[in-house]
Structure formats: structure tokens, C-alpha cells
């Protein structure tokens, strides 16, 4: 909720200032590539709001490019220790299980060993 406030509250007045500028400068203005001037066919004419705002929207894309670029080795470390912790958390589950059936094997054993041996004589008990 508290977000939604903040966000409300930042992109209403960024909106507001986003027209009132591009009102403010729709006046065309003439680009040019070529730094001398003497071929035309590389200049043309576009408002300055246009021109301003596909600059930003360009620094942005190449930004968030250039970020995504430098972070790769932090996504694949990301990606590694993920299989990683996942064989491990699949290895302790064997584990376990494997210690289970021990257990149960011990039990078992204990259980039929206590019922192989003889019961003592109660004949010899009586004689002492």
C-alpha cells in the first residue's frame, strides 16, 4: 500500500513536469550528421521534445544493456550454486533414507536375534 503511495506520489508530479516540457518545446529544430554542412540529405527537421525524449529513452535502453552485460557472471555463479543446492539438498534426502533403512535393519535384527535365543530354563533356576 505504502508503495503504491510512493509510486503515486513520484510519477504524477514526473508526468506533469514530462507534458508541461514537451509543450514547451514542440518547436522543430534541424539535426544534422554531417559536421561540415555541406551534404543536406544527412540533417532533417524534429521537435526538440521528440529529439530529447529519444535521447533519454536511449541512454536508458544502453544503460540497462551495459548493466545487463556486466552482470552475467553474477547470474551464472546465481545459476551454479542453485544446481548446486539443489544436489545437495537431493543427497542428504538419500542420506537419510539410507539411514532410515539402517535403522529399521537394526531393528529388525535385534528383533529376530531376541527371538532365536533359547528361553532360559526355569528347571536350572529351581535347583540353586
Known amino acids: 500500500m505504502i508503495s503504491k503511495f510512493i509510486t503515486?506520489?513520484?510519477l504524477v508530479p514526473l508526468a506533469i513536469i514530462m507534458v508541461v516540457f514537451c509543450v514547451?518545446?514542440?518547436e522543430m529544430?534541424?539535426?544534422s550528421f554531417d559536421p561540415i554542412g555541406t551534404m543536406p540529405q544527412f540533417s532533417f527537421a524534429a521537435p526538440l521534445f521528440i529529439l530529447l525524449m529519444g535521447a533519454v529513452i536511449v541512454g536508458l535502453v544502453l544503460g540497462?544493456?551495459?548493466t545487463w552485460?556486466?552482470?552475467s557472471h553474477y547470474r551464472r555463479k546465481s545459476w551454479q550454486r542453485k544446481y548446486e543446492v539443489e544436489r545437495l539438498k537431493r543427497e542428504a534426502?538419500?542420506?537419510?533414507e539410507r539411514l532410515r533403512?539402517?535403522?529399521e535393519e537394526r531393528e529388525h535384527a535385534a528383533l529376530s536375534a531376541a527371538t532365536a535365543l533359547p528361553a532360559p530354563s526355569t528347571a536350572l533356576t529351581s535347583a540353586h
Request: hydrophobic content about 40%; aromatic content about 4%.
Open 93 to 96: 534426502e538419500e542420506s537419510r
Open 101 to 103: 533403512r539402517m535403522h
Open 29 to 31: 529544430v534541424s539535426v
Open 69 to 71: 552485460l556486466t552482470q
Open 64 to 66: 540497462g544493456l551495459g
Open 8 to 10: 503515486f506520489v513520484i
Open 24 to 26: 514547451a518545446n514542440r
